[in-house]
């Protein structure tokens, strides 16, 4: 939090503690509602909450309300009136309300649907039978369409009359009779343009759009791709059903990327912030991917126990060291992969192309970080340990064949998972840690004994 906006909220809590509400309305209005959100959630007892929010200006009190936590929406939508309720969720635009209506109980929902005009309840109803991973679930209904037999000012009488009540007006989508799109146009272009010139001579022909059952993170990738404020969502037959904007684009993609940093440290994903979830729930999503790996870690301990007599004291000392440094090969490569795979720069047909440059790459490494093993090994450990120079030679050498191991499982498993049309992020930490430990000891155990005997 900057300094700037910490003394905002200490005037805030001074205003609120104190009954100044007229001074308390003219801060707020100055405010950003997830500024405003923020300050609810931190400094504010839930009762309070409540009298705050009554005390929000009309223009703001929706806008306070998607930016708020699950658990405090519910919690304000259990104690409004009928009558506040439906204020709040009126004012709201669609997708926000199909947001918040996903996260809450069975009975909320209930009052919630209740308390919104037929057509909005139509129209939510519609929004909400799309899967949850598609373009149609995040998508708006709420955009001005024009036709392309206006002119400039007839487009502009329209975007005042129904301009009020859309996400965005910025960029307008021109449709025929059937709804079908033809076109979309900037207000920057009618603003450069003569009143009388018609909307099909200045529009653009040629529009992204993304089709309602597309996935929600293809999409989210199309507006870093082509640098859009919003994206058009047409069904089977082309005809506009509503549209993607920037701000629902960066949730998707926040949320994609917590969703893959989880499942990478092998943690069962949860939308909750951290200190909202439950010691239960924390032990939920971590206990099935510890008990795997528990599992998973038996082969190694039996490929050990069936080696330990031939291994000396010495060579048996290096096991960590070689393991870890494979591990840590691994998941650099497999992060690198996974990430290339989800921005889209990388395909399963390149597949060759990422193997060859992991190569020669994982080359170059395990040179760079076996000289340093051997010069460590011979000059320094062998000062305590019984290091000869063919134990330093041989564990050096082990080390960059496991690296470059290590570097082709991490980038090969991904490649694989994608194609399989599995998630990439699942393999990264479960299956390749276990495959890399036990391919490093196989390969060390089996080196170690022929040449040293």
């Known amino acids: 939090m900057t300094e700037e906006l910490q003394v905002v909220y200490e005037k ?4 609120f503690e104190t009954r100044k509400f007229a001074d308390l309305r003219i801060i707020l209005l100055d405010m950003e509602p997830a500024d405003i959100a923020k300050f609810m959630e931190d400094n504010l007892e839930e009762k309070e909450q409540l009298m705050f929010f009554r005390l929000l200006p009309k223009e703001l009190a929706s806008d306070v309300f998607v930016e708020l936590d699950t658990d405090m ?28 209506i996903e996260e809450m109980p069975a009975n909320v929902v209930k009052r919630i649907l209740k308390n919104s005009d037929p057509e909005n309840r139509k129209q939510i109803n519609e929004l909400l039978e ?31 009359r129904t301009g009020v009540n859309k996400e965005t007006v910025y960029t307008c989508y021109v449709t025929d009779r059937r709804k079908k799109l033809i076109g979309a146009v900037s207000v920057r272009d009618m603003l450069l343009s003569e009143k009388s010139e018609l909307i099909a001579h ?29 994206l058009p969502v047409i069904d089977k037959e082309g005809c506009l059903v509503g549209i993607v904007t920037v701000d629902d684009a960066v949730d998707v993609i926040q949320e994609e990327a917590t969703e893959d940093i989880q499942k990478m440290a092998a943690i069962l994903p949860n939308e909750k912030p951290y200190l909202k979830q439950s010691v239960l729930s924390i032990w939920k999503a971590r206990v099935p991917w510890l008990l795997l790996l528990m599992i998973s870690a038996t082969f190694t301990s039996m490929i050990l126990s069936n080696y330990e007599k031939s291994l000396s004291a010495v060579l048996y000392a290096f096991v960590p060291m070689l ?8 998941n650099q490569s497999s992060a690198t992969v996974i990430r290339a795979l989800a921005l889209g720069e990388v395909e399963f047909k390149d597949a060759f192309k990422v193997i060859l440059k992991e190569l020669f790459a994982a080359f170059i490494l395990g040179l760079t970080v076996s000289a340093v093993c051997f010069i460590k090994l011979y000059f320094i450990d062998s000062l305590y340990n019984d290091v000869t120079l063919s134990v330093a030679l041989v564990v050096s050498g082990v080390l960059l064949i496991t690296i470059m191991m290590a570097k082709l499982v991490g980038c090969v498993l ?16 479960p299956f390749m840690t276990t495959i890399v430990d036990v391919l490093s000891l196989i390969i060390y155990c089996s080196v170690a004994i022929t040449l040293l005997s």
């Open 12 to 15: 805030l809590s001074f205003c």
């Open 73 to 100: 929406q519910e919690f304000l939508i259990k104690a409004f009136t009928d009558k506040e309720l439906k204020e709040v969720i009126d004012d709201m635009f669609l997708d926000d309300t199909v947001d918040v």
């Open 130 to 160: 799309y899967p949850l991973d598609s373009a149609g679930s995040i998508m708006t209904t709420e955009y001005v369409s024009l036709s392309a037999s206006f002119t400039v000012e007839d487009a502009f009488d329209r975007i005042r």
């Open 202 to 230: 200045i529009m653009d022909t040629n529009v992204i759009t993304a089709e309602t059952l597309e996935d929600k993170e293809q999409v989210a990738l199309k507006f870093s791709k082509y640098d859009c404020l919003a």
């Open 323 to 330: 393991m870890g440094t494979a591990g840590n090969a691994g």
């Open 414 to 429: 991904p490649l694989i998972a994608k194609k399989c049309k599995l998630d990439p992020a699942v393999v990264a930490s």
